[in-house]
Structure formats: C-alpha cells, structure tokens
C-alpha cells in the first residue's frame, strides 16, 4: 500500500525558532499534499493543499506567512513554523493522494509530527 | 458550520461485542464517505469507504451503513478487540476537491 513518512516524528523548540517538517510519499508520486493540524481529542483540522510546483493554498484563518509550504517534488512537501511560538504547538499530520489511482479521494496519511514549542 | 457530524464521543464496549459508530451529513453533493482509524500518537489510516451508490460495504468485521436519503452513515465493527481500541473518525467529501471533512472523531475502548 501507499506510505507515507514523516521527519521529525517529535521536535522540541525555543519559542522563536522555526521549524521544518518534512513529508514523503515513499512508493508513489503524489499529485497533492494535505497538512492537517490536530490538538489533543480534537479532529483534524486542514491547514493547506499544496500540488507540486505550484503555491499552496491555504485555509481560511491559517497564515500561510507563519506556516511555509513548499512542495517541491512529487514526492516531497516541507511545513515550516517560523517564528514557533507555544501556541503553535500540535499534532502535524501531512496525507497524499496517489496520482495513479483512478479514484483519487483516498488520503494516505503520515505517522504526524508532534511539536512542543517551549 | 458542522458539516459531518459524529456520535458518539466515546464508547466503550466488551470485547466480542458491536461497536457502533454513526455520522449524519448536511452536503448532498458530498459522493465519498471515508472511514480513518487513528492510535495515540500516529496519523490517521484509511479503514473503510463507501460510495452513495451502495448501501452497504464490508471488509472483514467492518461494515459501512449509508442511507442517503436520511443523510447518515455508521461504522460497524463486529466481534469488537481491544486491538480496535482507537479513535475512529468519519468523514465526507466531494468528487473534484477530495478534501475531506472529518467528523469530530470517537474514542472507542474495547475490555477484554
């Protein structure tokens, strides 16, 4: 099946620093990249699409100054909180689609990132 | 705006018992219904799907129920383990944007 991996699996950070998150599709080349943010107990709520070579998009209320996105290559996406401060801290789950798949609503998700923003 | 919502919060059941999870929906142009499957601490796994087209689909001892003229679907889970001990989230979405949208997610504990 698809897989997908996340790096780091948990970062711990000063308030002020930035972070970088990657994604990957491990065995297939993803056409998009979802990054979802979740809180403990709480759904996933999706912050940004992002299709290879283009800019993301962003969900309303996200700041897309705060959350950089760069997708680089059809099996790549990075999120990097700039400027983290504690109340960016989260569970961060990116998912892919597989462009070969003829059915293409089925997400595969990563394992998430945890960050603790001190 | 809730679109998918999901019951219950939580549920507890005894080990080879039913679980029953149920999810209603306001978006008549949602077409694909999505059940994840998540452990502390991991991303969330595709379980189960169902297209409006059906009634009904299983896979082993998980079973989608969709009635679409009510607007709702449930999540069966049959002979339940305390291995399905999770959190399990519905969710809809509509054929061009495929962006999902989850219900709000139910804790389920299974005792053995």
């Known amino acids: 099946g698809a897989v997908v991996s996340q790096h780091p699996s948990w970062v711990i950070c000063k308030s002020g620093t930035s972070v970088k998150i990657e994604c990957r599709s491990l065995?297939?080349?993803?056409?998009?990249m979802f990054w979802y943010r979740q809180f403990p107990k709480q759904s996933l709520m999706l912050m940004a699409t992002?299709?290879?070579?283009?800019?993301?998009?962003?969900e309303q209320g996200v700041e897309k100054d705060k959350f950089l996105i760069n997708h680089a290559s059809l099996t790549l996406s990075t999120l990097t909180v700039t400027s983290a401060h504690p109340e960016d801290s989260s569970f961060y789950i990116c998912?892919?689609?597989?462009?070969?798949?003829?059915?293409?609503?089925?997400?595969?998700f990563g394992p998430g990132t945890r960050l603790l923003v001190l | 705006q809730q679109q998918v919502k999901q019951s219950p919060q939580s549920l507890i059941v005894q080990k080879g018992g039913i679980s029953i999870i149920n999810c209603a929906y306001e978006?008549?142009?949602?077409?694909?219904f999505p059940w994840y499957q998540q452990f502390p601490g991991k991303g969330p796994a595709l379980l189960i799907a169902?297209?409006?087209?059906?009634s009904e689909k299983k896979e082993g001892r998980f079973t989608i129920s969709f009635n679409k003229s009510a607007k709702q679907f449930s999540l069966h889970i049959m002979d339940s383990q305390p291995g399905d001990s999770a959190t399990y989230f519905c969710?809809?979405?509509?054929?061009?944007?495929?962006?999902?949208?989850f219900g709000r997610g139910t804790s389920l504990i299974v005792h053995p």
């Open positions: 169902i297209r409006p087209d059906v």
């Open positions: 978006n008549t142009a949602f077409d694909y």
């Open positions: 969710a809809a979405s509509t054929g061009g944007s495929y962006i999902p949208t």
């Open positions: 065995d297939f080349q993803a056409t998009t």
């Open positions: 998912s892919a689609r597989d462009g070969r798949e003829w059915h293409q609503e089925t997400q595969y």
């Open positions: 992002s299709n290879e070579g283009s800019k993301a998009t962003y």
